[in-house]
C-alpha cells in the first residue's frame, strides 16, 4: 500500500511540474493557445490586448462625453479606429441605435396631420465621412479644415446604410425629415446634391448653418435655435438623431434623442 502512495505522489508530482514548465514556457513566449487579444473589422491584423484596452475605454470616453476635447486620435489608437470603423462592430452599433429609433417609431400614434418631423444631422448621421478618414489616418491626424471642405464640396459622402434603413421607414410611415446640420449655407447645393446620390431624395428641410447669424455660435446654441423655429412653425420634433452630443442636447431637442457612435472627432 505505501509503494502505491509513493507511485501516486511521484506521478502528480510530475505531472504538477511539467505544467509549471507549460506555463513558465507560455508566459515566456508571445505564443498563446487562447489569445485574449482583440480581433475587429477586416481581421487583418491583430491588436495588442494593451492597446485594445486603452483605446476601447479612450472610444468609450468620447462616446460618454467625458472625453470632451481633443485635437486627434491618439497615434497608437489609429490601427484599433481603422478597424472599428471598417469592421463588424461600428455597423452593428449603428445599426443598434437606428433599430432604437425603428422601436420607438412604433410605440407612436402619429395624427398624420404632416407636423410630425424627425430631425437629422448630417455628417456622420446620415452621411459617412469614412472614405476621407482612410486617407487621413482615421483621426490621428490634427483637424485640416482646407481638407475637409474639399472632400466636402466633392458631394461624394456614401450613405450610412443603417440610418437610411431608418429613414425609409420614417416616410413610410408618413414622418417627415429635417435636416439639420453645422455645414455652412454656402454649400447647400453640393449637400443637396449629395443627399440624392445616397439615396436620401425626400425631405422636408435642410437647414444649413446661416454663418452672417451663427459664426460664432456653438453647436448645441445654433441647434437649439432652428429647432425652436421649428416648433414655432407648427412641427412636432418627435425624434432627433446625431453623431455628435451637440446634435442631441440644449433646448427643443424633440420627444426623444438618439446618439450614433463617432470616435473621430468633437464638435462643440
Not at 130 to 159: C, D, M, Q, R
Not at 237 to 263: E, M, V
Request: some cysteine; hydrophobic content about 35%.
Amino acid at each position: 500500500m505505501m509503494k502505491n502512495y509513493i507511485l501516486l505522489f511521484s506521478f502528480v508530482t510530475f505531472l504538477a511540474t511539467c505544467h509549471g514548465d507549460v506555463a513558465n514556457h507560455e508566459h515566456g513566449s508571445n505564443f498563446n493557445i487562447f489569445p485574449l487579444r482583440m480581433k475587429t473589422g477586416l481581421g487583418e491584423e491583430y491588436i495588442p490586448e494593451v492597446i485594445a484596452l486603452k483605446c476601447s475605454s479612450w472610444r468609450l470616453g468620447v462616446e460618454t462625453r467625458n472625453i470632451i476635447s481633443f485635437k486627434a486620435i491618439p497615434k497608437e489608437c489609429g490601427a484599433y479606429i481603422s478597424n472599428y470603423l471598417q469592421g463588424d462592430q461600428y455597423r452593428s452599433d449603428s445599426k443598434t441605435v437606428n433599430r432604437e429609433g425603428f422601436f420607438y417609431l412604433k410605440t407612436l400614434n402619429l395624427k398624420g396631420d404632416g407636423k410630425d418631423v424627425w430631425v437629422f444631422d448630417l455628417d456622420d448621421t446620415v452621411l459617412s465621412n469614412l472614405p476621407y478618414y482612410v486617407k487621413h489616418g482615421f483621426g490621428t491626424e490634427s483637424a485640416n479644415v482646407t481638407a475637409f471642405n474639399e472632400w466636402i464640396n466633392l458631394g461624394e459622402a456614401p450613405a450610412l446604410p443603417e440610418t437610411l434603413k431608418l429613414y425609409n421607414k420614417l416616410l413610410a410611415a408618413g414622418v417627415k425629415i429635417v435636416f439639420l446640420s453645422g455645414r455652412s449655407l454656402k454649400r447647400k447645393e453640393i449637400t443637396e446634391k449629395n443627399l440624392k446620390l445616397a439615396g436620401y431624395n425626400t425631405y422636408e428641410k435642410l437647414i444649413l448653418k446661416d454663418l452672417s447669424i451663427y459664426r460664432r455660435t456653438s453647436t448645441i446654441t445654433y441647434k437649439s435655435a432652428e429647432r425652436k423655429k421649428l416648433e414655432e412653425e407648427g412641427y412636432r420634433i418627435i425624434g432627433n438623431s446625431g453623431d455628435q452630443w451637440g446634435d442631441i442636447l440644449g433646448t427643443n431637442t424633440g420627444a426623444r434623442t438618439f446618439k450614433l457612435p463617432n470616435p473621430l472627432y468633437i464638435v462643440n
